[in-house]
C-alpha cells in the first residue's frame, strides 16, 4: 500500500491511543497526521491538514448524529477525500445505513477484528463498502432472511395458483383500494363483478372449506400477507 495520510476523529482518550497504536504498529505505510476528540477539533485541523482518509467515529460527544453530520459535508466539499467510519454502534443500524448515505466508503465494528491494514488499503485502493467481519455476519444474515422470505413468496404464488392480476387485486385490496377504484386501474381490464368474481376464487383457494364463511376483503389481505403472497415492504400501487 502506498503511504496515506488519516485524520483520526474519536472522542474517547483511551479509544483514540489505541487506535493510534493500531495505526503505529499494524499500517505504517498510514501516517496519523492529526487526532480530534470535536467536531470543532476536526474543522479545526482541515483548515490546515489535508489527509487522504479520515477514520470517523459516529458518535461524538455524546450524539450519534454529528459523525454523519461530519462525514456528509466532507462528502459535498471534498468529494475526493475518504471517510471510513470506526464506530461502537454495534446495534444501530439506522445509523450504519445514514453514515453510507452521506458517503462514507465502509465501516469497521469496533469489535472482533478490529482495524486492519486490508481495511486501509481497500479503501485507498478506491473499493466502496468495506465492512469488518462483525457487520459482514449481519448483512449476511439480512441477506439470507431475504432470500428466504422470498423462495417462501415463490412457493405460495406457485402453490395457490396466484397470477398477475390476483396479485394486483390483493396488492390493492390492501392498499385500501375499492372494487371501483380497481377496475379503474390500466392494467386490470375487468369489471367490477369480474373483480369480485375474482375474489372469491382466491377466497376459495387461500382457506379452507371450514373458514370461508364470513372472509371479507380484509381478511383475504390479512389471510395473503399469512401466506407471504403479498409481501409488506412492496406494497406500491399501479398506475390509474
Known sequence: MEKCKVIIVEDVKLELKGTEEIFRHEIPNA??????????????????????LVLLDLGLGGSTTIGV?????????????????????????????????????????????????????????????????????KIIGRFRQSVSAEQRRQEAVIHYDIDEYDER???????????????????????????????????????RPDERTGVNACRLVTRAFELRILDIDHLEPDEE
Not at 39 to 51: H, V
Not at 100 to 110: F, Q, S
Open 169 to 207: 387485486l390483493l396488492r390493492h385490496l390492501a392498499l385500501g383500494y375499492t372494487k371501483e377504484m380497481i377496475t379503474n386501474l390500466k392494467a386490470m381490464p375487468f369489471g367490477v363483478k369480474s373483480v369480485e368474481k375474482r375474489q372469491n376464487d382466491l377466497i376459495n383457494r387461500l382457506f
Open 69 to 137: 453530520e461530519i462525514c456528509a459535508r466532507l462528502h459535498r466539499e471534498q468529494p475526493e477525500l475518504k471517510v471510513l467510519i470506526f464506530t461502537g454502534e454495534v446495534l444501530n443500524e439506522k445509523l450504519w445505513v445514514d453514515a453510507l448515505d452521506a458517503g462514507a466508503k465502509g465501516i469497521i465494528l469496533k469489535t472482533g477484528e478490529l482495524l486492519t491494514p486490508m481495511d486501509i488499503e481497500a479503501v485507498m485502493a478506491g473499493r466502496e463498502l468495506v465492512f469488518n467481519q462483525p457487520i459482514l455476519e
Open 31 to 52: 501516517e496519523v497526521i492529526g487526532t480530534a476528540m470535536t467536531e470543532a477539533e476536526f474543522w479545526t485541523l482541515m483548515q490546515t491538514l489535508t489527509p487522504d
